[in-house]
T-cell receptor
Framework: AQSVTQPDIHITVSEGASLELRCNYSYGATPYLFWYVQSPGQGLQLLLKYFSGDTLVQGIKGFEAEFKRSQSSFNLRKPSVHWSDAAEYFCAVALSGGYNKLIFGAGTRLAVHP | DAGVTQSPTHLIKTRGQQVTLRCSPKSGHDTVSWYQQALGQGPQFIFQYYEEEERQRGNFPDRFSGHQFPNYSSELNVNALLLGDSALYLC????????????FGSGTRLTVV
């Protein structure tokens, strides 16, 4: 069965520090890959997505992610974190075809220290 | 341009009761998907509606049912509520063939007591 693993439940970084959130997936083929962010009490906002092509994907709010097929990973990075980045981050995958239901990881909660 | 609108934002129900949640998709979108997000977990796919038909379903019991109207809006119904149904219910809309281009609503927080 398809699955998404986010190994870090909670991460704390200092404002201005770099950030990397990990995501690994289990899938028979290369899926579509996504990162979403959720602020408390809010819905999900798409940060970036990977369908094909260049394995380094740029997103909104200064985020980027790199797809590594050999490691079945799609890690999210940001060079300098802002206090407003504190939120919950979800990695998700979808079949590259079909009706594209999203399968989410359990999420990583990011706290930012001033 | 309005995004995805869900109503109500919060509600409290008693075990055994029935509940209906509503979703209006983003303008121009005709496909609606529903997700359940329990506290501390990632969203889980419930089902997807297109052309007023349920075309894909996740691993949820028949107590969860839905409907899509000709104007593409959708309802999620849950019968015989259990305490474990307490969650944030998210609606996402998209265009067909671009099912991955989801726009999510802010969700309905359901508490079952």
């Amino acid at each position: 069965a398809q699955s998404v693993t986010q190994p870090d439940i909670h991460i704390t970084v200092s404002e201005g520090a770099s950030l990397e959130l990990r995501c690994n997936y289990s899938y028979g083929a290369t899926p579509y890959l996504f990162w979403y962010v959720q602020s408390p009490g809010q819905g999900l906002q798409l940060l970036l997505k990977y369908f094909s092509g260049d394995t380094l994907v740029q997103g909104i709010k200064g985020f980027e992610a790199e797809f590594k097929r050999s490691q079945s990973s799609f890690n999210l990075r940001k060079p300098s974190v802002h206090w407003s980045d504190a939120a919950e981050y979800f990695c998700a995958v979808a079949l590259s075809g079909g009706y594209n239901k999203l399968i989410f990881g359990a999420g990583t909660r990011l706290a930012v220290h001033p | 341009d309005a995004g995805v609108t869900q109503s109500p934002t919060h509600l409290i129900k008693t075990r055994g009761q029935q509940v209906t949640l509503r979703c209006s998709p983003k303008s121009g979108h005709d496909t609606v998907s529903w997700y359940q997000q329990a506290l501390g977990q990632g969203p889980q796919f419930i089902f997807q509606y297109y052309e007023e038909e349920e075309r894909q379903r996740g691993n949820f019991p028949d107590r969860f049912s839905g409907h899509q109207f000709p104007n593409y809006s959708s309802e999620l119904n849950v019968n015989a509520l259990l305490l474990g149904d307490s969650a944030l219910y998210l609606c996402a809309s998209s265009l067909p063939g671009q099912g991955v281009g989801y726009t999510f609503g802010s969700g309905t927080r359901l508490t079952v007591v």
